[in-house]
T-cell receptor
Framework: NAGVTQTPKFRILKIGQSMTLQCAQD?????MYWYRQDPGMGLKLIYY???????DKGEVPNGYNVSRSTTEDFPLRLELAAPSQTSVYFC???????????FGNGTRLTVT | AQKVTQAQTEISVVEKEDVTLDCVYE???????LFWYKQPPSGELVFLIR??????QNEISGRYSWNFQKSTSSFNFTITASQVVDSAVYFC????????????FGTGTRLKVLA
């Protein structure tokens, strides 16, 4: 039982490049989330999903896109990377909106 | 607006001291859930406790205890006899229903326990 798996662990992008952060969970959770963590700023919700085919914006969605074609996978797409997107990205999942979150180990992204 | 405030950015204590981490939340909803998570230096996020808005009972788990008071919209976390291994960033979080459930975090409190 792997839990929540994020890939890659580290990535350096040049300004204007694009990439997809992968997230997969094997707990059959309905809810999945993407957060970014900036130093001293806590965790900010980027996008979330309550089930396959359903996604919604969080607090800081600009510059990102998501899709949820299966229950297991919730990739985060960065288009036209900017230095402001340098951050640590966490994917999480939960059985329901009231349940504790299970987090992946994070992806450290640097945009230069 | 829904909000979680952790006013203490960083706290330093000497080992074996007790320490309380504050969490104040704002929500218009009558049904909501509060959580604490720990982020040790290794970076992973670990769930510690959940409370729903109808359960104001305090909880104790070993050296950890939580005090939930709806009257002051607070959900504070106390570590008794702190240890170096407690050094981490601690996040308070709120889950509330707005169409679907949304989950927001405070900015975290960095706890340093000195030997």
């Amino acid at each position: 039982n792997a839990g929540v798996t994020q890939t890659p662990k580290f990535r350096i992008l040049k300004i204007g490049q694009s990439m997809t952060l992968q997230c997969a969970q094997d707990m059959n959770h309905n809810y999945m989330y993407w957060y970014r963590q900036d130093p001293g700023m806590g965790l900010k919700l980027i996008y979330y999903s309550v089930g396959a085919g359903i996604t919604d914006k969080g607090e800081v969605p600009n510059g990102y896109n998501v899709s949820r074609s299966t229950t297991e996978d919730f990739p985060l797409r960065l288009e036209l990377a900017a230095p402001s997107q340098t951050s640590v990205y966490f994917c999480a999942s939960s059985y329901s909106g009231e349940s504790p979150l299970h987090f992946g180990n994070g992806t450290r992204l640097t945009v230069t | 607006a829904q909000k979680v405030t952790q006013a203490q950015t960083e706290i330093s204590v000497v080992e074996k001291e007790d320490v309380t981490l504050d969490c104040v939340y704002e929500t218009r909803d009558t049904t909501y859930y509060l959580f604490w998570y720990k982020q040790p230096p290794s970076g992973e996020l670990v769930f510690l406790i959940r409370r729903n808005s109808f359960d104001e009972q305090n909880e104790i788990s070993g050296r950890y205890s939580w005090n939930f008071q709806k009257s002051t919209s607070s959900f504070n976390f106390t570590i008794t006899a702190s240890q170096v291994v407690d050094s981490a960033v601690y996040f308070c979080a709120l889950s509330y229903l707005s169409g679907t459930y949304k989950y927001i975090f405070g900015t975290g409190t960095r706890l340093k326990v000195l030997a």
